[in-house]
């Protein structure tokens, strides 16, 4: 029996450094899992478009797919835009079976590869006492998604930094370098900012520069193409094709 194609759902960006971060994270993934097929749509700016994917599917005889919204948190895409497109795919390609997953977050795996992106920028596990940690998402108008972030700095504030503030690139504040000063306000010396986002582009490109207009010591890469985000997308791949009513109540944490 052939297993369902994953299609990984990016949002697409002007920036060309977008689409190749999330090419090279589905490349991760498919060496993970060599028998799996796994394609990539997005849903704006980038090509190929997630019905062009999923038409190409569907004549190519293809019998299911898991649809998986490459998204930290629930907000406005993963629910109003994704289930929109996928509503209209299945009505216009009645064949094809089409199952959205969950979100990637919350994961400690995503805690994970926020870790490793910080080592890789300079900070070591002694460190984490005397920084202060600003954890910087994109932002969202959603609260159930600016929740999500507020809930994960605190939990990493149980990990061992001084301090831990989030932060946001657009519709939410405080911003990057406002979260910044505040941990400086507080009397903490040393200011390590986090990118809580997947791919390059413009909202990282502000956060960066809040950071830098606030002079943070250490600026972390985005978690990008990290060997614990591809096993996430495998986790929630796998997740979507238990039974909800037969799913333990941990899974995906």
Known sequence: MTSPVLLVIAHGSRDPRHAATVHALTARVRALRPGLRVETGFLDFSAPSVPRVLERLA?????????????????????????????EARAGLPRLRVRQAEVLGPS?????????????????????????LVLASAGSTDP??????????????????????????????PRTGDAV????????????????VIAPGRLPDRI????????????AGVLGPSPELARLLLDRYDESLVPAAARPASIGA
């Open 144 to 173: 159930e998604a600016i929740a999500v972030i507020a809930e994960i700095a605190r939990e990493l504030r149980h990990t061992g930094w001084c301090s831990v503030r989030p932060a946001f690139a657009s519709a939410s504040l």
């Open 181 to 196: 000063r505040a941990l400086r306000a507080e009397g903490v010396r040393r200011v390590a900012v986090a990118p809580y």
């Open 108 to 132: 400690p795996l995503l805690n994970a590869a926020l870790e490793r992106r910080l080592h890789e920028a300079g900070v070591r596990p002694g460190d984490r006492g005397s920084t202060g």
């Open 59 to 87: 004549a190519e005889g293809t019998g299911e797919v898991v649809a998986l919204p490459l998204l930290l948190t629930r907000a406005f895409h993963a629910k109003s835009d994704i289930p929109a497109v996928l509503r």
């Open 208 to 219: 960066a520069a809040g950071a830098a207009e606030a002079g943070a010591e250490v600026l």
